[in-house]
T-cell receptor, first 120, second 108 residues
Framework: EVQLVESGGGVVRPGGSLRLSCAAS????????MSWVRQVPGKGLEWVSN????????GYADSVKGRFTISRDNVKKTLYLQMNSLRVEDTALYYC?????????????WGQGTLIIVSS | EIVLTQSPGTLSLSPGERATLSCRAS???????FAWYQQKPGQAPRLLIY???SRAVGIPDRFSGSGSGTDFTLIISRLEPEDFAVYYC?????????FGHGTKVEIK
């Protein structure tokens, strides 16, 4: 069974930093691209960032470019999101998501999310 | 950035009825890199349809997707009680990937 378990969320002041982790199991991690998608509670979904199977290619939403960095450790089967210079508008539930198939941008598995609250 | 506009915002229907959800893109989506998701309260989204018309593994055949270019449709042929939820469309044709704002299918 595919499992994605996010961690690292919490409350942080504006301008602060957090690192999110997503531990993967139940599939061959380095066969798939991975992404982070966020959702303000009660609102819609926003794609944040993606990374290909070996970390050679990454993408970012304009809203986080230059502040967030996605990475992965295929030995540890873990996806990361380093979040710097956090803003109030970054407050959201952050999901990690697995490509449905290699190279797909559709997400066949999601974690349960980790909540980030940016507040002074 | 490709903007996805979903309609209607809310669909009020009874179990057994047919639901038709629409999603229009601001630019043509190449190679049908288009998906539909279902999200229930307190849960992560679930992939229903990818490639505009292919059902994901385990998705009942009452869900069907169609469309190309800028206009896409999700049809739920006969609503079951568990189908009342919010549905999102997504394009993964052009970065940044984008989602629609969702259509809520509620019990009438």
């Amino acid at each position: 069974e595919v499992q994605l378990v996010e961690s690292g969320g919490g409350v942080v002041r504006p301008g602060g930093s957090l690192r999110l982790s997503c531990a993967a199991s139940g599939f061959t991690f380095d066969d798939y691209g991975m992404s982070w998608v966020r959702q303000v509670p009660g609102k819609g979904l926003e794609w944040v960032s993606n990374i290909d199977w070996n970390g050679g290619s990454t993408g970012y939403a304009d809203s986080v470019k230059g502040r967030f960095t996605i990475s992965r450790d295929n030995v540890k089967k873990t996806l990361y999101l380093q979040m710097n210079s956090l803003r109030v508008e970054d407050t959201a539930l952050y999901y990690c998501a697995k490509d449905y198939y290699y190279g797909s941008g559709a997400y066949g598995a999601w974690g349960q999310g980790t909540l980030i609250i940016v507040s002074s | 950035e490709i903007v996805l506009t979903q309609s209607p915002g809310t669909l009020s229907l009874s179990p057994g009825e047919r639901a038709t959800l629409s999603c229009r893109a601001s630019q043509s989506i190449t190679a049908n890199y288009f998906a539909w998701y279902q999200q229930k309260p307190g849960q992560a989204p679930r992939l229903l349809i990818y490639g505009a018309s292919s059902r994901a593994v385990g998705i009942p055949d009452r869900f069907s997707g169609s469309g190309s270019g800028t206009d896409f449709t999700l049809i739920i042929s006969r609503l079951e009680p568990e189908d009342f939820a919010v549905y999102y469309c997504q394009q993964y044709s052009s970065s940044p990937w984008t989602f629609g704002h969702g259509t809520k299918v509620e019990i009438k």
